[in-house]
T-cell receptor
Framework: DAGITQSPRHKVTETGTPVTLRCHQTENHRYMYWYRQDPGHGLRLIHYSYGVKDTDKGEVSDGYSVSRSKTEDFLLTLESATSSQTSVYFC????????????FGNGTRLTVT | DQQVKQNSPSLSVQEGRISILNCDYTNSMFDYFLWYKKYPAEGPTFLISISSIKDKNEDGRFTVFLNKSAKHLSLHIVPSQPGDSAVYFCAASDLAGGTSYGKLTFGQGTILTVHP
């Protein structure tokens, strides 16, 4: 268990509303990532962080922002949710060196109506 | 542009037989490859990995083969068990480039069903 907690686990929201998803880790690892999973696309990287206040964009970052004000928390915000952002969102951490796998949380299922 | 591709959306295998899952990539800078397994309502879990300096890595029933010239990797599961039924994702990273920050690029996934 890599000590990753995602909240909420499920959320239904309306188009145009802001939404924040939280990823919390208990072991102070430096690297954290947000992915979304969609049928036919696998997992696609939204944003990632390589330290407190150090973040960068992934391949599908439009419409998303992130913040990391402390090591243990990585927040993903949808400023104005759209139906195309209905997805399952996974947070991941890297627990060892660069040549090591990512460990994933159990995901947040987000539905935008 | 999909840099990592799993062209078979699904695979059905009998218990005890071999399962072979395939993955192709286009980015020649990728030097680290992984397979993940995912059950419904859970996050992906790491299965096995291989560095580009190797062509084979084995862990129990799971073996990953890498063919760099063909930009192709495969996962062999022998013997297959019903509990192996899941979605399998291959993933790749460019670690030597120094700017990857360990990011992984994933394929679309293959649904494996192992029948008793």
């Amino acid at each position: 268990d890599a000590g990753i907690t995602q909240s909420p686990r499920h959320k239904v929201t309306e188009t145009g509303t802001p939404v924040t998803l939280r990823c919390h880790q208990t072991e102070n690892h430096r690297y954290m990532y947000w992915y979304r999973q969609d049928p036919g696309h696998g997992l696609r990287l939204i944003h990632y962080s390589y330290g407190v206040k150090d973040t960068d964009k992934g391949e599908v970052s439009d419409g998303y922002s992130v913040s990391r004000s402390k090591t243990e928390d990585f927040l993903l915000t949808l400023e104005s949710a759209t139906s195309s952002q209905t997805s399952v969102y996974f947070c991941a951490i890297r627990t060892a060196g660069t040549r090591s796998p990512l460990h994933f949380g159990n995901g947040t299922r987000l539905t935008v109506t | 542009d999909q840099q990592v591709k799993q062209n078979s959306p699904s695979l059905s295998v009998q218990e005890g037989r071999i399962s072979i899952l395939n993955c192709d990539y286009t980015n020649s800078m990728f030097d680290y490859f992984l397979w993940y397994k995912k059950y419904p309502a859970e996050g992906p879990t790491f299965l096995i990995s291989i560095s580009s300096i190797k062509d084979k890595n084995e862990d129990g029933r799971f073996t990953v083969f890498l063919n760099k010239s063909a930009k192709h990797l495969s996962l062999h599961i022998v013997p297959s068990q019903p509990g192996d039924s899941a979605v399998y994702f291959c993933a790749a990273s460019d670690l030597a480039g120094g700017t990857s920050y360990g990011k992984l690029t994933f394929g679309q996934g293959t649904i494996l069903t192992v029948h008793p």
